[in-house]
């Protein structure tokens, strides 16, 4: 026996297989088993205290027929076999079994039939697993005709010390208690139906959460494939290394839809140096362009990770700022302005210094990028007519 074949084989037990299903009906069906000996039990106590005036030999018949039913069911359940049926706990059939060997000891006895009815009792809630309430109903009456009828064969026969008016009473208390437990086994079976459903509901709801939840991760990493792409196909600038204007303006549209999906907003500054046309005539265009390679550091030096710089056109630089808000804004535009302005060009004239001035919009909503960039460029118009080397930002429509 190979060591996967022993750790099966150990793993097994007489009310425990690799099925689950299987395992729950055999550890219903030992409930049912543990209730039959413990009757046997009773019973050879009671024969053994003169408590029953029954022969060893009907006892012994009473025993081995409920033992050979119970193998029977015990076999059919172990192997399988039950599945053939609709409840494959076949737990009505043991109830009736059941009942069919308690009205048969009840036919052997008299003065103690009271006490033996309590059984049928105990076997009726044996079906609070699995009876419906037709199926309730059914085992309910067949305890009180199996008790009907034996009443009946001893008023045809009677025996020492019948009393007619005592079973009488005993069938009727049997009734009313058989019918009330099929009324609260059906109902207590209806619950645990319902709550089943509910379960199952939960867990449908719960998988649809999570399948919606994928689809919404699916769509954000399409997002993000799609912005890596565009950003390999973008177009740079030649001097800079920066993105240009285009790519710039594509960019702005995606982190606008972006925003609007997500309830957050997006900033764009627009940063042109001061007198640069000035200094380009009067240094040169090769120290006009050594100033404008300048702004390559800014990205590294005073932006964010998620944060986009492109050269916009000219002596223009444009900054892209998703999730922005005003604070955040100024802040970045005050890094930009002092980082700038600390930048010496002492190998273009010494002590060469450049300011900058910069205007900036916050997005608002519905709004389109050729409104927010026109907003921006009114933004930069007043910081240089507010006498340059300054900011102003434009956050309200």
């Given at each position: ?45 009671a ?20 033992g050979?039913?119970e ?22 059939l ?47 009456l ?6 009907l ?41 209806e ?11 939960l867990?449908?709801?719960?998988k ?7 689809e ?47 309830n ?31 702004f ?72 389109t ?20 080397d ?8």
């Amino acid at each position: 026996m190979t060591e996967a074949s022993l750790r099966e084989v150990l793993s097994q037990s007489l009310f425990t297989t690799p099925d689950a299903d299987q395992t729950i009906r055999l550890r219903r069906f030992s409930l049912g088993l543990c209730t039959y000996v413990a009757s046997v039990i009773i019973g050879v106590v009671a024969i053994v205290m003169n408590v029953l005036s029954v022969s060893w030999g009907e006892f012994l018949l009473v025993v081995l027929t409920g033992g050979a039913t119970e193998t029977l069911i015990y076999w059919a359940i172990r192997t399988g076999f039950s599945r053939k049926f609709s409840d494959p706990s076949l737990t009505l059939l043991q109830m009736v079994i059941g009942m069919s060997l308690l009205t048969y000891s009840i036919s052997l006895v008299q003065g103690v039939r009271g006490g033996l009815l309590n059984g049928y009792v105990l076997i009726v809630l044996f079906g609070a697993f699995q009876l419906n309430r037709k199926e309730f109903v059914f085992a309910a009456l067949f305890a009180i005709f199996g008790y009907l009828l034996v009443i009946l064969l001893d008023l045809f026969s009677p025996p020492p010390g019948f009393n007619l008016k005592l079973e009488l009473f005993q069938l009727s208390v049997l009734s009313v208690v058989m019918l009330t437990c099929a009324y609260i086994g059906s109902y207590l079976q209806e619950m645990r139906k319902g709550l089943k459903e509910s379960r199952d509901g939960l867990v449908a709801s719960h998988k649809e959460i999570t399948r919606q939840r994928d689809e919404l991760e699916s769509a954000h990493r399409e997002l993000q494939g799609a912005l890596r792409q565009l950003g390999q196909l973008a177009v740079r600038d030649d001097l800079t290394g920066l993105f240009n204007r285009r790519q710039f303006e594509l960019t702005l549209d995606g982190q606008i839809k972006v925003a609007n999906s997500s309830n957050t907003r997006v900033g764009v500054l627009l940063v042109d140096i001061d007198h640069f046309n000035e200094l380009n005539v009067r240094q040169g265009r090769e120290a006009g362009d050594l100033i404008l390679r300048s702004f390559s550091e800014v990205a590294r030096s005073c932006l964010r990770r998620t944060d986009y710089i492109a050269r916009f056109g000219g002596e223009e630089f444009a900054v892209l700022l998703p999730n922005a808000s005003e604070m955040a804004m100024k802040d970045c535009a005050e890094r930009i302005r002092e980082f700038i302005g600390q930048i010496t060009f002492d190998n273009i004239e010494e002590g060469l210094k450049v300011t900058v001035s910069v205007g900036g919009a916050l997005m608002q909503d519905g709004e389109t990028p050729l409104q927010i960039l026109t907003r921006v460029g009114s933004s930069l118009s007043a910081a240089k007519e507010g006498g340059r080397d300054c900011y102003v930002l434009n956050v309200c429509p």
